[in-house]
């Protein structure tokens, strides 16, 4: 299967990746997680990338595009992948389009996380993530054992620099004017999903749409 996450900052498309991605035995590609990888090794793609990201805009669509492009060809990645943040403009949907059709594949799903703006703040500013793995908890609703520390590694938890109200406020104007049209784009495959609910409830909404 091929399926893509959609949805505003801090809708959960991270925190369900893992189950769907062990479910379906899918590969878990996330443009946001593959940038921050770049930004904190200094890559040339990272420089160019620290600056939109911070400010809470998007990056060129070439940029994640090449990324997607060079992913999704890894072998673990023939059965299926979760694409979790990609594409975020019509233009990157039609490119990922393009490149599937040449293979003989296209997208099977579209994952829509509906969450209201408002509860999107409290959300994002109390976020932690572990870096290495992607896994991320919140201070209320998800926190792990021992404040601060990664329930599996027992390395330490940091706050993204663009989890902050300001920046919260760019990216969700980028998300309205730039990717809701990309839920137009696929509207014939796009499942709707109350994505403000509790986790394993989303959880279960989810296994019922891949199913
Ligand atoms: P990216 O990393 O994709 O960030 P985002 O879209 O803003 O999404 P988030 O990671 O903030 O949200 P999420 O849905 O994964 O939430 P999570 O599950 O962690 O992108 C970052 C930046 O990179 C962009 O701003 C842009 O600059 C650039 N970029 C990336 N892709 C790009 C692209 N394709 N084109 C151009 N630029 C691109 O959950 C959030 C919190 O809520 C957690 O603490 C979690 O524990 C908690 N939570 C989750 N589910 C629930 C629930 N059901 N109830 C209560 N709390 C919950
Ligand atoms: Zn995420």
């Not at 408002?118 to 991320?136: C, D, F, I, K, N």
């Not at 620099?161 to 014939?188: C, M, W």
Request: glycine residues 8%; positive net charge; contains cysteine.
């Amino acid at each position: 299967k091929r399926v893509i996450l959609i949805g505003p900052p801090g809708c959960g498309k991270g925190t369900q990746s893992p189950r769907i991605k062990y479910e379906h035995c899918l590969c878990h590609l996330a443009t946001g997680d593959m940038l921050r990888a770049a930004v904190a090794a200094k890559t040339p793609l990272g420089l160019e990338a620290k600056k939109a990201m911070e400010s809470g805009a998007l990056v060129s669509d070439d940029i994640v595009v090449g990324l997607i492009e060079e992913a999704t060809q890894q072998p673990e990645c023939a059965k299926g992948f979760i694409l979790d943040g990609f594409p975020r403009t019509v233009v990157q949907a039609k490119k990922l389009d393009e490149m599937l059709a040449k293979r003989g594949q296209s997208i099977d799903k579209v994952l829509n996380f509906m969450v209201p703006d408002q509860l999107l703040v409290e959300r994002v500013t109390g976020r932690w993530v572990h870096p290495a793995s992607g896994r991320s908890y919140h201070e209320k609703f998800a926190p792990p054992k021992v404040a601060g520390v990664d329930d599996l590694t027992g390395e330490p938890l940091i706050k993204r620099k663009d989890d902050n109200a300001d920046t919260l406020k760019a990216r969700l104007g980028a998300f309205h004017s730039q990717t809701t049209p990309v839920i137009e784009h696929y509207a014939a495959k796009v499942v709707a999903l109350k994505a403000d609910r509790p986790q394993d409830e989303v959880a279960a909404s989810i296994a019922s749409a891949m199913a």
